[in-house]
């Protein structure tokens, strides 16, 4: 989800890993659901967990080298906004008369998203 890119954002401006409870503190956020969202940002390579007393959550690559559309894909998988912009998600979608209409927002939300970095976020806030 988008609100968990702020989360991930926490991030961007340190140089040592952030422990969970520090951003569930921070943000009013359930520690519980904190580790369901960096569990998922782990498994796609935006974060990477370090152990230890010092131990936590840090960025697997500069902000400028992550994008919104990978943080949106790994929570939420592909953006639709409905399920027939998806190849098999219609039968009906080759003689759908307005599916060139969901195709063409599903493509410029993905352009929108792939062109914003985290970095843009982190300087924007």
Same mark, same amino acid.
């Given at each position: 989800?988008?609100?968990?890119?702020? *989360?991930?954002?926490?991030?961007?401006? @340190?140089? @040592?890993?952030? /422990?969970?409870?520090?951003? !569930?503190?921070? @943000? #009013?956020?359930?520690? =519980?659901?904190?580790?369901?969202?960096? !569990?998922?940002?782990?498994?796609?390579?935006?974060? *990477? !967990?370090?152990?230890?007393?010092?131990?936590?959550?840090?960025?697997?690559?500069? /902000?400028? #080298? $992550?994008? $919104? %559309? *990978?943080?949106?894909?790994?929570?939420?998988?592909?953006? =639709?906004?409905?399920?027939?912009?998806?190849?098999?998600?219609?039968? %009906? !979608?080759?003689?759908?008369?307005?599916?060139?209409?969901?195709?063409?927002?599903? *493509?410029?939300?993905?352009?929108?998203?792939?062109?914003?970095?985290? %970095?843009?976020?982190?300087?924007?806030?």
């Amino acid at each position: 989800t988008l609100s968990s890119t702020g *989360e991930v954002a926490l991030l961007g401006g @340190e140089s @040592e890993a952030i /422990p969970l409870k520090k951003i !569930s503190d921070y @943000e #009013d956020i359930s520690l =519980k659901y904190l580790e369901q969202i960096f !569990s998922q940002l782990k498994k796609n390579n935006i974060v *990477e !967990s370090i152990r230890g007393i010092t131990g936590g959550y840090i960025l697997s690559r500069p /902000p400028a #080298d $992550i994008t $919104i %559309k *990978e943080i949106v894909y790994a929570m939420d998988g592909p953006v =639709k906004p409905v399920d027939c912009v998806e190849t098999d998600g219609c039968v %009906k !979608s080759d003689i759908c008369s307005i599916n060139w209409f969901w195709q063409g927002l599903k *493509e410029n939300v993905d352009g929108y998203f792939e062109n914003i970095t985290l %970095k843009n976020l982190i300087n924007k806030g």
